[in-house]
């Protein structure tokens, strides 16, 4: 494993954090309403400590 491919997985884990956090801001801002129509307290709760911890990320070696 070369040190650009592990480069490569640790900056394609924070972009991916930061397009969950960017997701959660914008859906948060909702109205309630909308969001239980979506079910988002729910979604939230659920995908919390992925979101927290980058190693829980599932990287594909592809």
């Known amino acids: 494993m070369s040190m650009f491919s592990t ?9 991916e954090m930061r397009r969950l956090s960017r997701n959660e801001r914008i859906i948060a801002a909702l109205p309630p309403e909308i969001q239980k129509d979506i079910g988002w307290p729910d979604a939230s709760a659920r ?4 979101r927290r911890n980058p190693r829980s990320l599932q990287l594909s070696s592809s």
């Open 47 to 50: 995908n919390r400590a992925a």
């Open 7 to 15: 480069v490569g997985r640790m900056f394609y884990a924070y972009a």
